[in-house]
């Protein structure tokens, strides 16, 4: 099984600041790479998909890069509805498997 | 608009089995996939396996033998029976659609949380 490690397991930042989330596969995974958010009680909402496509609806705040077997989500001007744990995921072969998530709070 | 909701019990007794059904709405299973989802309490998730568009199915390895997914496409509802319950078992079960070409999820159900506790 791929091993999607993800860090910093958590996170907090202030209003405004831009925060990056990393994500190291254990092998390559050719961009096959979704972020997803969740909110507490919620179901996860997808971000990006192919490691660098902005999912339609989702502000333009978000973004996300790299390649090989390294990843990140990078948010930009942090807003108080950002506050969630955030969830990579590849799915370049079976079975997918998700990280450990990143909780992000407000400082 | 695409709508997933699970429904299910939310208490099992260990070493039964679960029954769970995911409801669609707004799309078809004939032309749809559809993956089941977990992720224990505090942690993180675990895809179990999905069910194609033709009804094929993939399941992880990791509980291969315990599950089974299936479908009523007349009834847009598809199922997850899963057996030999342990507590670690314990989750939230999410339904999600299998984005089409690719594997990962853009909608999702609310979830529903089960209990493996006697």
């Known amino acids: 099984d791929i091993r999607m490690t993800q860090s910093p397991a958590s996170l907090s930042a202030s209003l405004g600041e831009t925060v990056n989330i990393e994500c190291l596969a254990s092998?390559?995974?050719?961009?096959?790479l979704a972020w997803y958010q969740q909110k507490p009680g919620k179901s996860p909402q997808l971000l990006i998909y192919?490691?660098?496509s902005l999912q339609n609806g989702v502000p333009s705040r978000f973004s996300g890069s790299g390649s090989g077997t390294q990843y990140s989500l990078k948010i930009n001007s942090l807003q108080s509805e950002d506050v969630a744990t955030y969830f990579c995921?590849?799915?370049?072969?079976?079975?997918?498997?998700f990280g450990s998530g990143t909780k992000l709070e407000i400082k | 608009q695409v709508q997933l909701k699970e429904s299910g019990p939310g208490l099992v007794q260990p070493s039964q089995t679960l029954s769970l059904t995911c409801t669609v709405s707004?799309?078809?299973?004939?032309?749809?996939?559809v993956s089941w989802i977990r992720q224990p309490p505090g942690k993180g998730l675990e895809w179990m396996g999905v069910i194609w568009s033709n009804g094929g199915t993939d399941y992880n390895s990791a509980i291969k033998s315990r599950l089974s997914i299936s479908r009523d496409t007349s009834k847009s509802q598809v199922f997850l029976k899963m057996n030999s319950l342990q507590t670690e078992d314990t989750a939230m079960y999410f339904c999600?659609?299998?984005?089409?070409?690719?594997?990962?999820?853009?909608?999702w159900g609310q979830g529903v949380m089960v209990t493996v506790s006697s």
């Open positions: 995921q590849q799915y370049n072969n079976y079975p997918l498997t």
């Open positions: 192919n490691a660098n």
């Open positions: 092998e390559d995974i050719y961009s096959d």
């Open positions: 707004g799309l078809s299973l004939t032309s749809n996939s």
């Open positions: 999600a659609r299998w984005v089409y070409y690719s594997s990962y999820f853009d909608y």
